[in-house]
């Protein structure tokens, strides 16, 4: 049995947007990160993709926010939809490494964490 941190669409467009209490939010999830990190289990970032619009693939707003840089063995999903199991290879991928245990970290719980969580359940 492994773990996983989800770090959930933490990106440069929506931190500008600045969501209520910006700071301590990424001072704790900073604090978060390197919690799972130094404990040396994963750490998988997931983006929020778009064709075109605030989070337009290949973006600048598009990448992870620059305070939580993913490291060079981290891996990163790219979603277009609220679930960011679909169409992203994310369950193959937890499956091949044995993971079955998910803690989630991210912006707007109420839109992608809220139906992640529900369709991993």
Not at 28 to 44: L, M
Not at 62 to 70: A, D, G, R, S, T
Not at 83 to 104: A, M, P, Q, V
Request: with cysteine.
């Amino acid at each position: 049995m492994a773990q996983a941190l989800i770090v959930i669409d933490i990106q440069e467009g929506l931190v500008k947007e600045n969501p209520f209490d910006t700071k301590n939010f990424i001072i704790n999830t900073k604090a978060i990160i390197q919690h799972f990190r130094d404990q040396n289990i994963e750490v998988i970032f997931i983006r929020h993709s778009e064709d075109e619009g605030l989070l337009a693939m290949g973006s600048d707003n598009w990448q992870v926010y620059h305070e939580l840089k993913p490291q060079e063995n981290e891996k990163i999903f790219n979603k277009y939809y609220n679930s960011f199991f679909k169409d992203t290879k994310l369950k193959e991928y937890l499956n091949r490494k044995n993971i079955t245990d998910l803690t989630f970290v991210g912006m707007q719980v109420e839109f992608c964490i809220d139906t992640s969580v529900k369709v991993g359940f």
